[in-house]
Structures are given as structure tokens and as C-alpha cells.
């Protein structure tokens, strides 16, 4: 699997990514042709060589002549939707500024359809984020790490006035990323930057093993104490990583059984990775249940506001834990009895479980009127026949 890691030593920022991803090999004629399917009015986009504290590195550069245009998220959604970009980016910009937009209005207590892009609405803005989302598609990168991300320190004039760094909107994309501030007097992290890694990226505290292909380099705008860069590896990656989750846990005696089923179904459309109860004890002797909910990094706000909803918890644990998980693939076999989806798992590239869908089987052993365990055995066969052929 071809994968990248973000060294954002420097911070991050939307014209430092495309930079990287155009000195990776990203031609910027691509980008020309894929960004005419955008119908964001007149600009020019650009990219040239230059040297960064002795380190040789690409800068994206986007010429607008747009005097100030101030968009909400309805008119980008619409922009994107309305577009001809492939599904994947065109989904994939989607999000990172529904991310802005939803940082936004937590910030001005907004709701998002209120809330005005500023800096991160113009011209520009869009064209870092959609050539991001086309270059990463574009390069084959398959999945994305980043390292701890720097942000700078001291303030920064916004639309808004003096804004303290790292500014609000970055610093509420960036919840759940591991940050540090580098003590840098300047923003070296931007909204844009931010949503766009939070939209990809894994976090680790290394780099990823892997066999290296390629090192690109992003640079940006301010010339600083060290190497203004964002540097990209892109490899093949050697092994299988642990991905850093957050485990969020709360101790509940006195909320009803139904309610406590609903909370678990409702965490899950959230988006919880996983969510179980586990009995125990607590004062006075009273019988209760432990919630655990398993959700990845940048999520956790919406489960905490659903537990506190929906339960009547005062309290919650949040801890950090390195999570492995195998590749799933669900395989659709025919048997003598009928079609029965099969959850195939792998790991390293060898099979680890077959598991036949339990709602297939059991419908098929009552309509036969034979043993579930039988039905199993014909769907596990199939599979593995059918994995053979493969």
C-alpha cells in the first residue's frame, strides 16, 4: 500500500501541501485541467523552485483577481457538488471544509449554515484545498500519516481583527491532533492546512516504516528560523501500523436499559469505532454498567456531547490507545441455497477469519428448515473456494 507522511515541523498550509505534492510529481498541468471543473471564476496558478534555509522546495502560488469575496458553506457545498471533479474529490474537498465551517461555528456559536469563510472562502482557499484532494488521488497515496504538528506562537491579523495564535478556527480543526507550539512567532499552522491533514491523516509520533520513494517538499510564504518547508515521504508501506484511537469511558447506575441501547446505537451512527458495556459495581453497593466507546482521533467532542445528552453521567475518563486492525473485505458467494455474504478479515496478507453474515444464514435456515451451524459450513466453503479462484 503506497503511503505518505506529513513532517510538519513547520507547520502546514494549504499551498505548502499542493508545493509538496506538485515536487512529488504532481504535474501542474493536471491541476489545470482538473480545476476547470470548478467554476470558480478567473485565476492562475503557478509553481516554481526555490530554496528554503538551504533545502530546495516547490511553492504553489494562485493569482486571483477576486476583491474579497465572502462565501458560506452553502455556496462552496454547492460549488463542489455542482462541479465535474471525480466522486473521490470532489467528496473529499467536501469535507475539509465542512470541517472549517463546523470549527467556525463552534467558535461564533453559529450555527454552520450561518457562518461566513473569510480567508478561507476565497478563490485561493478552494484551490489549495481541491488540488490537495486532486494530487493525493492523482499520486496513488492510499493512506496518510502525519507527525506531531507545529503551530508557532504571538498573533495574527484576521478579518476578524488580532487573532491570538495558534488562531481559533486552527485550533478547533486541530482537536485530537497532537500539537506543539515550536515557539515560533508565526502562524505556521492555517484552518485550511489543518482541515485538510485532519481530513487524511494518522498521527504518529515516528515515521511510519516503509520503503521510501520519494521526498517532496512544500514551501511557505514567510521566510523564518528554520526551513519553512512541509516535507512528504511517500513508499510502500512494510508493515501493518497501530492507528492512535481514544477510548472514552464513563461508570452509569441509573439510567434505563432501553436508553442505554439507544445511546449505543446513536454513538455508533456518530461515527464510535466501537461501543460496549461492561458490568460492575459501584457505592452503596449498586449494580451499573461501564460505557466504553472506541472513536477516532478528531471525533471525540459529538460522542462526549451524546454520552452527557443521553446519560446521566457527570463524568468521563479519555485515554490514548494504539489500535491494529486487519483488512476486511466482504465477499458476496454463491451456495446450493442461496447468495450469503461472508466478512473475510486478513492480516500481513494472510486470511485470519471467515465469518459468514448472520442475517444471511439465519434467514436461509429458517426458510429450509435446517441447522444454522450447516449453513455456515456451506458459506465458509464457498468463500474459500471463491478466494482460490482469486
Given at each position: 500500500m503506497k503511503v505518505a507522511f506529513f513532517d510538519c515541523f513547520a507547520g502546514v498550509s494549504g499551498d505548502m501541501i499542493v508545493g509538496a505534492l506538485i515536487d512529488l510529481g504532481l504535474p501542474i498541468e493536471v491541476l489545470e485541467v482538473e480545476l476547470k471543473k470548478v467554476p470558480i471564476g478567473d485565476y492562475e496558478i503557478s509553481a516554481n523552485r526555490l530554496t528554503k534555509h538551504y533545502i530546495g522546495a516547490t511553492k504553489f502560488y494562485v493569482a486571483t483577481g477576486?476583491?474579497?469575496v465572502v462565501r458560506t458553506w452553502s455556496n462552496i457545498r454547492e460549488l463542489l457538488e455542482e462541479s465535474k471533479l471525480s466522486?473521490?474529490?470532489?467528496?473529499?474537498?467536501?469535507s475539509v471544509f465542512l470541517r472549517i465551517a463546523e470549527a467556525e461555528a463552534r467558535i461564533h456559536r453559529k450555527t454552520i449554515e450561518q457562518v461566513h469563510f473569510h480567508?478561507?472562502?476565497?478563490?485561493?482557499?478552494?484551490?489549495?484545498?481541491?488540488?490537495?484532494?486532486?494530487?493525493?488521488d492523482y499520486l496513488g497515496i492510499q493512506k496518510v500519516y502525519s507527525s506531531p504538528v507545529a503551530t508557532g506562537i504571538g498573533m495574527v491579523k484576521t478579518e476578524h481583527g488580532m487573532l491570538p495564535l495558534p488562531a481559533p478556527a486552527t485550533l478547533e480543526i486541530l482537536k485530537g491532533a497532537p500539537i506543539y507550539s515550536s515557539g515560533i512567532a508565526a502562524e505556521l499552522t492555517t484552518p485550511t492546512?489543518?482541515?485538510?491533514?485532519?481530513?487524511?491523516a494518522t498521527f504518529l509520533e515516528e515515521i511510519p516504516q516503509m520503503e521510501l520513494e520519494a521526498i517532496g517538499y512544500g514551501a511557505g510564504a514567510r521566510e523564518l528560523e528554520i526551513p519553512n518547508v512541509l516535507r512528504v515521504f511517500t513508499g510502500e508501506e512494510v508493515e501493518e501500523r497501530a492507528e492512535i484511537v481514544s477510548l472514552i469511558e464513563a461508570n452509569i447506575?441509573?439510567?434505563?436499559?432501553?436508553?442505554l441501547g439507544y445511546t449505543m446505537e446513536a454513538l455508533l451512527e456518530l461515527g464510535a469505532l466501537d461501543v460496549w458495556f461492561t458490568p460492575i459495581g459501584m457505592k452503596k453497593n449498586r449494580p451499573a454498567v461501564a460505557l466504553s466507546a472506541l472513536v477516532p482521533l478528531g471525533q471525540e467532542e459529538m460522542v462526549i456531547d451524546m454520552i452527557?445528552?443521553?446519560?446521566?453521567?457527570l463524568g468521563l475518563r479519555i485515554s490514548k490507545h494504539a489500535r491494529m486492525v486487519a483488512e476486511r473485505e466482504t465477499l458476496r458467494v454463491e451456495t446450493p441455497l442461496g447468495r450469503i455474504r461472508v466478512k473475510v478479515g486478513k492480516y500481513k496478507g494472510k486470511?485470519?477469519?471467515?465469518?459468514?453474515?448472520?442475517?444471511?444464514?439465519?434467514?436461509?435456515?429458517?426458510q429450509k428448515g435446517l441447522p444454522l451451524r450447516e449453513i455456515y459450513g456451506l458459506a465458509r466453503e464457498a468463500a474459500t473456494e471463491r478466494m482460490k479462484k482469486d
Amino acid at each position: 500500500m503506497k503511503v505518505a507522511f506529513f513532517d510538519c515541523f513547520a507547520g502546514v498550509s494549504g499551498d505548502m501541501i499542493v508545493g509538496a505534492l506538485i515536487d512529488l510529481g504532481l504535474p501542474i498541468e493536471v491541476l489545470e485541467v482538473e480545476l476547470k471543473k470548478v467554476p470558480i471564476g478567473d485565476y492562475e496558478i503557478s509553481a516554481n523552485r526555490l530554496t528554503k534555509h538551504y533545502i530546495g522546495a516547490t511553492k504553489f502560488y494562485v493569482a486571483t483577481g477576486e476583491q474579497k469575496v465572502v462565501r458560506t458553506w452553502s455556496n462552496i457545498r454547492e460549488l463542489l457538488e455542482e462541479s465535474k471533479l471525480s466522486d473521490r474529490v470532489k467528496s473529499n474537498s467536501l469535507s475539509v471544509f465542512l470541517r472549517i465551517a463546523e470549527a467556525e461555528a463552534r467558535i461564533h456559536r453559529k450555527t454552520i449554515e450561518q457562518v461566513h469563510f473569510h480567508e478561507v472562502g476565497g478563490v485561493d482557499a478552494i484551490v489549495d484545498v481541491v488540488s490537495s484532494a486532486i494530487g493525493i488521488d492523482y499520486l496513488g497515496i492510499q493512506k496518510v500519516y502525519s507527525s506531531p504538528v507545529a503551530t508557532g506562537i504571538g498573533m495574527v491579523k484576521t478579518e476578524h481583527g488580532m487573532l491570538p495564535l495558534p488562531a481559533p478556527a486552527t485550533l478547533e480543526i486541530l482537536k485530537g491532533a497532537p500539537i506543539y507550539s515550536s515557539g515560533i512567532a508565526a502562524e505556521l499552522t492555517t484552518p485550511t492546512g489543518a482541515a485538510i491533514l485532519m481530513q487524511y491523516a494518522t498521527f504518529l509520533e515516528e515515521i511510519p516504516q516503509m520503503e521510501l520513494e520519494a521526498i517532496g517538499y512544500g514551501a511557505g510564504a514567510r521566510e523564518l528560523e528554520i526551513p519553512n518547508v512541509l516535507r512528504v515521504f511517500t513508499g510502500e508501506e512494510v508493515e501493518e501500523r497501530a492507528e492512535i484511537v481514544s477510548l472514552i469511558e464513563a461508570n452509569i447506575d441509573d439510567v434505563p436499559a432501553e436508553v442505554l441501547g439507544y445511546t449505543m446505537e446513536a454513538l455508533l451512527e456518530l461515527g464510535a469505532l466501537d461501543v460496549w458495556f461492561t458490568p460492575i459495581g459501584m457505592k452503596k453497593n449498586r449494580p451499573a454498567v461501564a460505557l466504553s466507546a472506541l472513536v477516532p482521533l478528531g471525533q471525540e467532542e459529538m460522542v462526549i456531547d451524546m454520552i452527557f445528552s443521553e446519560t446521566s453521567t457527570l463524568g468521563l475518563r479519555i485515554s490514548k490507545h494504539a489500535r491494529m486492525v486487519a483488512e476486511r473485505e466482504t465477499l458476496r458467494v454463491e451456495t446450493p441455497l442461496g447468495r450469503i455474504r461472508v466478512k473475510v478479515g486478513k492480516y500481513k496478507g494472510k486470511v485470519i477469519t471467515i465469518a459468514p453474515e448472520y442475517d444471511d444464514c439465519s434467514k436461509i435456515a429458517m426458510q429450509k428448515g435446517l441447522p444454522l451451524r450447516e449453513i455456515y459450513g456451506l458459506a465458509r466453503e464457498a468463500a474459500t473456494e471463491r478466494m482460490k479462484k482469486d
